[in-house]
């Protein structure tokens, strides 16, 4: 670590690392109840008792702290070696597997995901672990069984607001595990869709208001960019948000054979054993140049491949990355076929009718055409102004008024060619490019 420019300073870290030296991560022994720091300059791990940082003397949090006394926070005691990167993974897949009932194909993907949570900062995009389920179909179980093995893990299901949570994930900058159906009220729900929102991109901090002492009002920025491991009853509305999860949907049949009701008390032990092993992971690969195009095909939604690529670009057996593309592929099927039965669908249809005849694209033929194919489905009139509306706000089309008549102009042939691209990607065809004639416009 660089020398201190205030040597005289103590401050409070959690875990730290230099563009290109050390790495230091908190631990705590749960034989003597004492925390510290190991420091990795490249060979090897040192403990020590503060670290001397650019800004002055860091010590770790207090084994004292609320947060760490009542295992809200879980630390690994040591760096310990590991045999090989392969057996690494074969032990955290049978500890997942003994203890949560997932599906073979998310066993898989949650154990590629508990293993890039511990080098997730070396990325700019995180994807997040869903489950979803309903009440007692083993949401929790695979919570704490998955997240127990994170880096840093921080199980917020208990919070009773979600305020504090903010604090959390800035001050300790770890993996979220956190129940969505213990935030029973609107605000503290929109609450944590800011954090999730803002969470998987780093460099998008959430704002929220403080006030000093001295009543001054100073807005605060909370650093929520991280892993998370989330359980849901239902879908989320938002989408995009919708999107970013990788999830495991629970059938709520009883668990499988040899999966214990109650956890024994060597599961804490076992896991902590992991967690020292993956530790020394960190250590060893954090800055490994990783492949991030492992992702990309045509095959896959854009989204898609975002949310994928850092968690294949960890994975190093080709069949297990055939596996988790497969699943990358079915999820931007599944967002394809969403897509089509949209209203932003059936006006795009509309538009490529009309561009295939070479018809004018008049405000006043996108309706009719519109109402012709799919006015049935709608429980109100499909009028030309109505129409107007919903290029403008669902496809950000901009009808102009050109001698009485609304009409798409040529300068939105690049984002209407987008548009064929994204909803009607099998079709490249040639396309009409007769504009409405000025001399034969309708009046909307």
């Known amino acids: 670590m660089d020398e201190p420019t205030q040597p005289n300073k103590t401050l409070l870290m959690v875990s730290g690392h230099d563009e290109d030296s050390d790495l230091v991560e908190t631990i705590l022994d749960p034989k003597t109840n004492q925390t510290a720091f190991a420091i990795w300059c ?32 879980l630390f690994p005691s040591a760096a310990v070696e590991y045999s090989s990167e ?56 695979c919570l704490q069984t998955i997240g127990s093995l994170c880096y840093k ?63 001054e009002f100073n807005p605060r920025a909370f650093n ?10 239902r879908l989320f509305d938002d989408r995009a948000l919708e999107s970013r999860c990788i999830t495991e949907t629970m059938t709520g049949l009883p668990p499988r054979a040899g999966i214990p009701f109650s956890l024994p008390v060597a599961f804490h032990s076992e896991a902590l054993t992991l967690r020292n092993q993956l530790l020394m992971y960190r250590f060893r690969t954090f800055r490994t140049p990783r492949s991030m195009d492992r992702a990309t095909s045509p095959e896959i939604e854009p989204r898609i491949s975002q949310v994928y690529a850092p968690l294949l670009a960890v994975i190093k057996d080709e069949s297990a990355q055939a596996r988790v593309v497969d699943l ?51 429980r109100r009139p499909i009028t030309a102004r109505w129409v107007g509306s919903q290029l403008r706000n669902r496809l950000s089309l901009l009808p102009v008024k050109t001698h009485g008549a609304y009409v798409i102009p040529p300068t939105e042939e690049r984002r ?16 009409g490019t007769t504009w409405l004639d000025d001399e034969k416009g309708s009046v909307e």
């Not at 090897?44 to 006394?69: D, K």
């Not at 194909?105 to 508990?114: D, G, H, P, R, S």
């Not at 607001?161 to 900058?173: A, E, G, K, N």
């Open 328 to 378: 990358a592929k079915a999820a931007s099927r599944a967002i394809r076929a969403e897509r089509g039965t949209s209203i932003e669908a059936e006006l795009v249809e509309a538009l490529y009718e009309l561009r295939q005849e070479g018809a004018a694209l008049s405000v006043k033929a996108i309706a009719e055409r519109f109402a012709g194919r799919f006015g049935d489905d709608y």
């Open 224 to 233: 929520v960019f991280g892993p998370k491991i989330i359980a849901t009853r």
């Open 153 to 215: 893990p921080m199980f917020a299901s208990g919070a009773s607001t979600v305020s504090p949570i903010f604090r959390i994930i800035d001050s300790f900058r770890g993996t979220l595990v956190i129940d969505e159906g213990d935030f029973r009220f609107s605000d503290e729900r929109a609450e944590l869709i800011k954090i999730l929102n803002n969470g998987n991109t780093a460099g998008f901090p959430v704002l929220r208001s403080d006030v000093t002492p001295s009543k």
């Open 42 to 73: 490249g060979e090897n791990a040192e403990i020590v008792e503060f670290a001397a940082t650019r800004c002055g003397r860091a010590v770790p949090y207090s084994p004292s702290n609320n947060l760490l006394s009542h295992r809200v926070v």
């Open 416 to 431: 209407l060619q987008g548009l064929f691209d994204r909803y009607r990607p099998g079709d490249r065809g040639t396309l």
């Open 86 to 141: 392969r057996d690494l993974i074969a032990a955290i897949h049978s500890f997942i597997h003994r203890y949560a009932d997932l599906s073979e194909t998310f066993e898989e993907v949650a154990t590629y995901y508990v293993l890039f949570s511990w080098v997730y900062d070396g990325f700019a995009e995180v994807p997040y672990l869903r489950l979803k389920g309903d009440f007692g179909s083993g949401k929790s179980r």
